[in-house]
């Protein structure tokens, strides 16, 4: 059987020392805002899509990109970590991954504003670094959002 895979974009949203991680109602985890990358969207677009529609921010990535100058190309902005996730599989069998391209934004409020089609704001916390080094979210999403506080930081 044939593996499916999709791309993905997840950011990791920063405000004053803080990332922005919801328990998302299918998997019962706390993540970032992110999803699929529809048909007509560049990875860095579907995650700057997704965090609009899920905490009615805007956000605006952390890029340290620098373009080539290709005279046919145009450079985008390059994930901070490219993960592949399994998402169904069965007796040693892979059926569908997630190509995930993962971006570090900051946004300059808190006040979370939800789509009229995503989880409501109940579902939304900004944790601190000691709030995520105390908590029993996945390593990777601890990780990934430490180095993203860490990256505002260097910006500020």
């Given at each position: 059987m044939e593996t499916t895979r999709h791309f993905t974009?997840?950011?990791?949203?920063?405000?004053?020392?803080a990332a922005a991680?919801?328990?998302h109602p299918k998997l019962g985890i706390r993540i970032p805002p992110g999803g699929h990358v529809d048909r007509d969207e560049l990875p860095h677009e579907a995650g700057l899509r997704e965090t609009r529609e899920e905490i009615g921010l805007e956000p605006t990535l952390?890029?340290?990109t620098?373009?080539?100058g290709a005279p046919n190309g145009e450079t985008l902005p390059r994930p901070r970590e490219q993960l592949l996730y399994t998402i169904d599989s069965h007796d040693g069998n892979i059926y569908h991954q997630h190509i995930d391209h993962v971006y570090f934004a900051t946004?300059?409020?808190r006040e979370i504003s939800p789509g009229p089609d995503e989880a409501g704001?109940?579902?939304?916390g900004w944790y601190t670094p000691e709030d995520?080094?105390?908590?029993?979210?996945d390593d990777d999403t601890v990780t990934l959002a430490l180095r993203a506080?860490?990256?505002?930081?260097?910006t500020e």
């Open positions: 974009a997840t950011v990791y949203v920063i405000n004053d020392g991680l919801h328990r952390l890029d340290g620098e373009s080539i946004v300059s409020s704001v109940d579902v939304w995520l080094r105390e908590s029993d979210i506080i860490e990256a505002a930081e260097e």
